[in-house]
T-cell receptor, first 113, second 112 residues
Framework: DAGVTQSPTHLIKTRGQHVTLRCSPI?????VSWYQQVLGQGPQFIFQ???????GRGNFPDRFSARQFPNYSSELNVNALLLGDSALYLC????????????FGSGTRLTVV | QKEVEQDPGPLSVPEGAIVSLNCTYS??????FMWYRQYSRKGPELLMY????GNKEDGRFTAQVDKSSKYISLFIRDSQPSDSATYLC????????????FGQGTILTVHP
């Protein structure tokens, strides 16, 4: 079975641009979460979606937004990119929110220049 | 103060050594505790998870949770070079239910 798939794997953007990252969860998983991992740090929670509704939001500015589609895939959008947005963006899926059993994708490495 | 503290290391041990990785936390509402392994340029891979206090063993790995001390540990027995990676503790529970709070990660190198 396919794991969590994220696209693209790498991305270079210029300051001020917009970016869209995509995630397909494991088949049957209805919850998708997004995390930002800066080099040398642990992942930081950005959003959680379950059944297409936002169930949690981390301490990130409004430039960050996300949505979940009827097939449970998800997009993370970041507007007005800053140099500090350069990071590995991880998507995790689970059957339901909470507890354990989160499976992460390999991430999208975003570089803002 | 961060909710979850983890010594970043790096930690370097010889093959066959017992490795001890630790995290402390401040949020007493945390109930689910996880350890992830992350290889360079890859996503975190779930190794162990524990609910509430106690021990859990899986092969060479043992996870311990002491909620009274707000302290969790991961022990790796007979460490192998393939264990070389970054180890992340993570936890969730209470009002943070569904949101994983991670430690900084400990870089482990097992040399032959």
């Amino acid at each position: 079975d396919a794991g969590v798939t994220q696209s693209p794997t790498h991305l270079i953007k210029t300051r001020g641009q917009h970016v869209t990252l995509r995630c397909s969860p494991i088949s049957g998983h209805k919850s998708v979460s997004w995390y930002q991992q800066v080099l040398g740090q642990g992942p930081q929670f950005i959003f959680q979606y379950y059944e297409k509704e936002e169930r949690g939001r981390g301490n990130f500015p409004d430039r960050f937004s996300a949505r979940q589609f009827p097939n449970y895939s998800s997009e993370l959008n970041v507007n007005a990119l800053l140099l500090g947005d350069s990071a590995l963006y991880l998507c995790a899926s689970s059957l339901t929110p909470g507890k354990a059993g989160y499976t992460f994708g390999s991430g999208t490495r975003l570089t803002v220049v | 103060q961060k909710e979850v503290e983890q010594d970043p290391g790096p930690l370097s041990v010889p093959e066959g050594a017992i490795v001890s990785l630790n995290c402390t936390y401040s949020n007493s509402a945390f109930q689910y505790f996880m350890w992830y392994r992350q290889y360079s340029r890859k996503g975190p891979e779930l190794l162990m998870y524990t609910y509430s206090s106690g021990n859990k063993e899986d092969g060479r790995f043992t996870a311990q949770v002491d909620k009274s001390s707000k302290y969790i540990s991961l022990f790796i027995r007979d460490s192998q070079p393939s264990d070389s990676a970054t180890y992340l503790c993570a936890m969730t529970g209470g009002t943070s239910y569904g949101k994983l709070t991670f430690g900084q990660g400990t870089i482990l190198t097992v040399h032959p």
